[in-house]
Every structure is written in structure tokens, then in C-alpha cells.
């Protein structure tokens, strides 16, 4: 009789995913590489993050058209049948979605693959990108005021110089030691709509309130070795920051509206000359029919941010912008296009129409 038990079969990234302290330099993961065992794990994950960012997209879609549905009924007089059979369908489509998530994991899931693709074998997190550029900006500091001083000599570093630091929201943060090697000088205070560490706090980066009566923010805590910190909440979360990173979370959201309103949050949430990173997947700017590398610079034009920097690597572009509060802002001036939207400023419009080219936007 064949024995039961499984073999424990090769060590596979996903399984490595599983553990809570992953270890990116581990003697495990860089075999896997060096077998090629490792392509096949990162295909997978892919696809896990392609299908949910999809389901997502969906579920945006479905919600707002219920939304839509109901305010209609609501408001009309006659007993609208169409639009019951509409919303009913709606329900079994948005089930079936809830379900389809749950079966791929959730959020869970998500997130681990989305670890996996931050591992250092696959060229590292993003915020190493940030970091370059920020130190190279603090070389030119004469031209870019905003890069505050930096005292990394100092071992011990007190409460007046804590406030030097730079203090960054990092939003869809899965690591909350990104930036272990610049706590001297960044200080950061991560968010996640689901933590998966208690530095982490988990929150949705449009409630993050715009200022606070607790001025200390939580990213205090931080130092180099201690793990016993006291945890952060949602009471310690607040702006004014000096640099937004909203690293692959715009197009996480899967509601056109609400990618823009991140955009629009992270202005309110920024100093006057604060800095906002944004990374989006290479194909949401060179491979979609309603946006583009120039549609990107105008919305950020238009609320007030100016490209400082950007990169497009293989896979990702990079953007690092710096708010002019001291320009006027545009945010009432109305586009002549408007989609019959009249509320939107830059509405989901065609700007390029090949073959196989995906639907990202963001409209404000
Ligand atoms: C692809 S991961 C990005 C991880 C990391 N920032 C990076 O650059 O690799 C997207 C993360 O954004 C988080 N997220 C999406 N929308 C969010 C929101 N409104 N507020 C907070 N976190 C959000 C998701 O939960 C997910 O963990």
C-alpha cells in the first residue's frame, strides 16, 4: 500500500512566503533562483496579483453601479423593474467576485505574493529608488530647500533632531523596515488596509486625518534593534508629512474616482513643499488607452505637483513630485472634455487605441 503522506517536495517560494520574518538573503531562496525553481513560483504570483487586481477592478465597478441603481430608485417615483433585475444580478456578480477572492486567499494572499515581488532577487522593494533620489536632491540642497538638514553622525539621536527627520506615510506598506538603513533620518509611519505587522497600522489612506492634537507620531518608536515598541493606531496617524509613498497602491484601488482622490489626499496630507512617490506597474503608463506618462504630469500639474524625478524600469515607473503650494491652485479650472461629467476635471478619455492595451486611468 502506497504510504499517505505527502512529500514534503522542494522548498518553493510561496512556501517561504508563508513565514512571518522572511529572510529576502536566505541560503533557501537564493538556491531557488539559482535552480530556476523560482521563475516558476514568481509566475504564480503574478498571476495570483493579475487576478486579483482584476476581481478588484470588478468589485469597484459592480459597487458603484448599485450605488447607482439605488440612489435612482430612490429617487424616482415609478417602481423601476429593470433596474431591480440589474441590482439582483449585480448581487450574484459581487458574490461570486467575494468568493472568487476568498478562494484566491484575500488580501492575505495578495499581500504575500506582493512580498515575493519586493525581494531583493527581484531587484529590491521600491523605496530604494526613493532613497537615491533623495540623497541625491539633499546633495543639491541649495536648489531644493525642502530636503531638511541631516545628522547621521550623531549616534544618539534626541527628540530635536528626531523632528528633523523626514517623516514619510508609507501607504500599502508590507515591510515596515523598508527603510531600516535611514531611520536616522526617515521616519517612517506605515499603513495597510490589512497589517501583517504590528508596526503596520492598519487603515485606509483616504481616513488618514489631514492633522492631529498628537503632534509625536508613532514612527518614534522606531530604532535600529528594539522589536518591544509600544503599537501604533489610527489616533497616531496623522499629517502634516514630508513625503506620501504611494508605492503599487494607486492601482490597487480598483474605483477610477478613488485613484484620483489618493492623489488629491496625499496633497492635503503633505508640508507646502512635501513630496509625493508614486510607482505604478510599467503598463499603467506606456500600455493603456486612457492614460499616459503626459496624462500622469498634467493631473499632477493640475494639483499643484511637479515631476522632481522619475524612472521607468522593466517593469515599474517611478515618480517622485514636489507640492508648490505657493503656485494658485487649478483644482476649479474645467476641462473642455469632460465626458458628459461635468464634475470631472480629467475624465476617462481615449488617448491611445492598439491592440491589447489595458483600461487603466485615473481621473480627477
Ligand atoms: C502591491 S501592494 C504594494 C506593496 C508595497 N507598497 C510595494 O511597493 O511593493 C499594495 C498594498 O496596498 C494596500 N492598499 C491598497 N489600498 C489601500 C488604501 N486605501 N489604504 C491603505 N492601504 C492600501 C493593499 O492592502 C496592499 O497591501
Known amino acids: 500500500m ?128 526613493l532613497v537615491k533620489v533623495l540623497l541625491k536632491l539633499r546633495k543639491k540642497r541649495s536648489t531644493c530647500a525642502t530636503i531638511k538638514p541631516i545628522n547621521k553622525s550623531s549616534p544618539d539621536i534626541s527628540a530635536a533632531k528626531r523632528n528633523d527627520k523626514l517623516k514619510l506615510l508609507d501607504v500599502g506598506c508590507l515591510d515596515p523596515f523598508n527603510y531600516k538603513k535611514e531611520f536616522s533620518w526617515i521616519n517612517p509611519v506605515c499603513i495597510d488596509l490589512n497589517s501583517q505587522h504590528h508596526k503596520i497600522i492598519k487603515m485606509d489612506f483616504l481616513s488618514v486625518p489631514i492633522s492631529t492634537h498628537h503632534p509625536q507620531l508613532p514612527a518614534d518608536n522606531y530604532s535600529r534593534n528594539s522589536e518591544a515598541q509600544s503599537p501604533n493606531d489610527e489616533k497616531s496617524c496623522a499629517g502634516p508629512f514630508d513625503i506620501v509613498s504611494l508605492s503599487l497602491v494607486v492601482n490597487f484601488e480598483g474605483d477610477v474616482i478613488k485613484r484620483g482622490e489618493m492623489l488629491r489626499h496625499s496633497k492635503r496630507l503633505l508640508t507646502p513643499n512635501g513630496y509625493l512617490f508614486l510607482v505604478l506597474p510599467l503598463p499603467c503608463i506606456d500600455n493603456s488607452r486612457y492614460f499616459d506618462h503626459s496624462r500622469l ?68
Open 2 to 129: 502506497k504510504s499517505k503522506r505527502k512529500s514534503k517536495g522542494p522548498v518553493t517560494a510561496s512556501k517561504l512566503v508563508k513565514n512571518t520574518s522572511l529572510d529576502f538573503n536566505s541560503p533557501a531562496l537564493k538556491k531557488l533562483s539559482e535552480t530556476g525553481g523560482i521563475k516558476k513560483e514568481y509566475s504564480k504570483t503574478s498571476s495570483i496579483i493579475r487576478e486579483f487586481h482584476n476581481l478588484n477592478k470588478r468589485l469597484a465597478i459592480i459597487r458603484k453601479n448599485r450605488q447607482f441603481h439605488e440612489s435612482s430608485h430612490q429617487n424616482s417615483s415609478k417602481p423601476a423593474a429593470l433596474d431591480q433585475s440589474a441590482l439582483s444580478d449585480e448581487v450574484i456578480e459581487e458574490n461570486e467576485i467575494l468568493k472568487k477572492l476568498d478562494l484566491l486567499g484575500g488580501l492575505n494572499e495578495y499581500q504575500k505574493a506582493s512580498i515575493l515581488g519586493q525581494s531583493k532577487l527581484r531587484g529590491g522593494d521600491t523605496s530604494r529608488w
Open 297 to 364: 504630469l498634467q493631473i499632477a500639474s493640475h494639483l499643484n505637483f511637479t515631476a522632481v524625478e522619475f524612472h521607468h524600469s522593466n517593469k515599474l515607473a517611478y515618480y517622485l513630485f514636489q507640492l508648490d503650494s505657493a503656485t494658485p491652485n487649478s483644482s476649479t479650472t474645467k476641462s473642455s472634455n469632460t465626458n458628459g461629467n461635468p464634475s470631472l476635471i480629467f475624465p476617462k478619455k481615449l488617448l491611445h487605441n492598439k491592440k491589447n492595451m489595458n483600461n487603466f486611468t485615473i481621473v480627477i
